[in-house]
């Protein structure tokens, strides 16, 4: 294995069993299907969808907080699964979407931080307290917030106790799902600024899961883009940014908001709502949705392509399908044959 590589998710699974309502029994919902990514030591991996689209799921798999249907995850080389949970919290640790539920309500800032440090009884309370003052540094926060309990703290602040109760251990990994989604807009740039300062003071590796594009865009090295389950591209974040490749990605991008008013809503080209992932369409998942769609795409699954660094899952570059693709042009994009010589 790489040394380079931190953490190899190899064709991950999760499958739940949902009711369909009374008296009609039950039904899998495949929230996670088959997802392959790898992390290399002090990067920034973004992962952005809809909602719904499995995210947060992964999230709790790379985590150690549910186990999976099939395929495996690798921590330098070892399997997760073969890690005790108390090991594994060590090197790799959450930062949750809202810090008011994630911190207990009953307990000091003091307590709420140096939480890991007693759970792995490291040092005594003297010197749980002296890290603690350290972390809360660290962060930017006065160390007169030590006896408060969160609820008489601002929404950044509770998320910089968050922030410095996940760093606390050093642990090698961050797990960020949606960590500013909850903040007031003027907090998040702060909160983004400090993630940033942490991860070159530290050297943590952050995994950053976000249906915030321009967060991604900041923050994020390379970017992966998931829908139904499945990573249906993923490349540099430049690059991905600059020239997505797959539709679903280019329909991302086209339906983020502007501030300037001059340019009104967003016209994101779709030809129909996100469907159940209780009913996954056949072939290419997105094809009903898809103003690209042709014969191949409602029937036959797209295989992950390499293209340069980054990889997309669509029919459209496939070099089998690619002559007989329709010439359907998505507002700023090139079509495939205009694109043909990069492809090849």
Do not use: W
């Amino acid at each position: 294995m790489n040394s380079d590589i931190l953490l190899d998710v190899d064709d991950v699974a999760r499958t739940y069993s949902v009711s369909k309502g009374l008296f009609r029994g039950r039904v899998p919902l495949r929230a996670v299907r088959g997802v392959s990514l790898t992390l290399q030591r002090g990067e920034v991996l973004g992962i952005v969808g809809e909602s719904g689209c499995g995210k947060s799921t992964l999230a709790r798999l790379l985590l150690g907080l549910e186990d999976t249907s099939s395929g495996r995850i690798l921590l330098d080389g070892e399997p997760i699964s073969s890690i005790s949970r108390l090991r594994l919290t060590r090197r790799i640790q959450p930062v949750f979407q809202d810090p008011f539920s994630s911190l207990n309500p009953r307990k000091t800032v003091a307590a709420l931080i140096s939480l890991p440090l007693r759970a792995h009884k490291i040092g005594t309370p003297r010197e749980q307290l002296r890290k603690v003052e350290e972390m809360v540094d660290l962060v930017g926060l006065p160390r007169r917030i030590l006896d408060s309990p969160p609820n008489q703290l601002s929404g950044g602040q509770r998320q910089r106790v968050a922030i410095a109760r996940a760093l606390i251990m050093r642990p090698d990994i961050v797990v960020c799902d949606e960590p500013t989604s909850a903040l007031d807009v003027s907090v998040q740039a702060q909160v983004l600024n400090l993630l940033q300062d942490l991860r070159e003071q530290l050297n943590v590796t952050y995994v950053l899961i976000s249906h915030n594009l321009a967060v991604v865009e900041y923050m994020a090295k390379r970017v992966a883009v998931m829908y139904l389950g499945r990573i249906v591209e993923e490349n540099e974040t430049a690059a991905l940014f600059a020239e997505p490749r797959h539709p679903y990605t280019r329909m991302l991008l086209d339906s983020v908001l502007t501030a300037d008013p001059d340019l009104g809503l967003p016209d994101a080209p779709i030809e129909s709502s996100y469907p159940s992932p209780t009913a996954i369409p056949g072939g290419c998942s997105f094809h009903p949705r898809c103003v690209r769609a042709f014969a191949p795409c409602g029937t036959v699954p797209p295989s992950p392509l390499r293209l340069g660094v980054g990889s997309v899952e669509c029919h459209l570059y496939a070099d089998s399908v690619e002559q007989s693709a329709p010439s359907v042009r998505l507002p700023g994009e090139t079509t495939v044959n205009d694109r043909e010589g990069s492809l090849s």
